[in-house]
């Protein structure tokens, strides 16, 4: 199984809005990134955690909180939103996070905000 | 800092090779990944380059210099379906950092 999942596919919120986008894989993999990709622009690394710890925060703005409740789930919860934030949220994962690993992506999150 | 260049699109025959170059300045550079993406569609692992050299797998082969902080992607005998954003990707630092480039657009023609 080299799939990894992401829920919602589609997500309309308002700017007052709390929701939180899913992410799992069940290839056993330690490392899961969460990126962010604006339509004709390449995904930006957003967070990156290894062994279910948070190792890398890209200077995300503090209205996405990443969460990881264990090694095969990856939450990205979403509050106070611009509609600049509008985009394709993407979820990878890779067996470590170390150099060279393959990473597998999930379809997306395509999310609006109003 | 760090710099990505690529070609914004490429335009080839349905059957043809066609070479799509990178040039990186990245600093903690460790190797040089290639992502394939369609149009709505996810980014696919295409290779990966550590090393100097060649690395072939079927019809796409990629290439690194480390001494020139250059790579290409080389797509040969073209299908319809190559037709996609193909992006370079550097590895740097710790932690699995992948930035990823601008991207080239493929358009395969019959």
């Known amino acids: 199984d080299t799939e990894v999942t992401q829920t919602p596919k589609h997500l309309v919120m308002g700017m007052t809005n709390k929701k939180s986008l899913k992410c799992e894989q069940h290839?056993?993999?330690?490392?899961m990134y969460w990126y962010k990709q604006k339509a004709k622009k390449p995904p930006e690394l957003m967070f990156v955690?290894?062994?279910?710890?948070?190792?890398i925060n890209e200077s995300v703005p503090s209205r996405f909180s990443p969460e990881c409740p264990n090694s095969s789930l990856l939450n990205l919860h979403l509050h106070a939103l611009q509609p600049e934030d509008s985009a394709l949220y993407l979820c990878?994962?890779?067996?470590?996070?170390?150099?060279?690993?393959?990473?597998?992506f999930g379809p997306g999150t395509r999310l609006t905000v109003l | 800092g760090q710099s990505l260049e690529q070609p914004s699109e490429v335009t080839a025959v349905e059957g043809a090779i066609v070479q799509i170059n990178c040039t990186y300045q990245?600093?903690?550079?460790?190797?040089l990944s290639w992502y394939q993406q369609h149009d709505g569609g996810a980014p696919t692992f295409l290779s990966y380059?550590?090393?100097?050299g060649l690395e072939e797998t079927g019809r796409f082969s990629s290439f690194l210099s480390r001494s020139d902080s250059y790579g290409y992607l080389l797509l040969q005998e073209l299908q319809m379906k190559d037709s996609a954003s193909y992006f370079c990707?550097?590895?740097?630092?710790?932690?699995?950092?992948?930035?990823f480039g601008t991207g080239t657009k493929l358009q395969v023609i019959p």
């Open positions: 990878a994962s890779s067996q470590e996070a170390g150099q060279g690993d393959t990473q597998y």
């Open positions: 290839m056993g993999h330690r490392a």
């Open positions: 955690y290894s062994y279910e710890k948070l190792s």
């Open positions: 990245t600093s903690g550079f460790y190797g």
């Open positions: 380059n550590a090393l100097d």
């Open positions: 990707a550097p590895h740097s630092g710790g932690y699995q950092k992948v930035t």
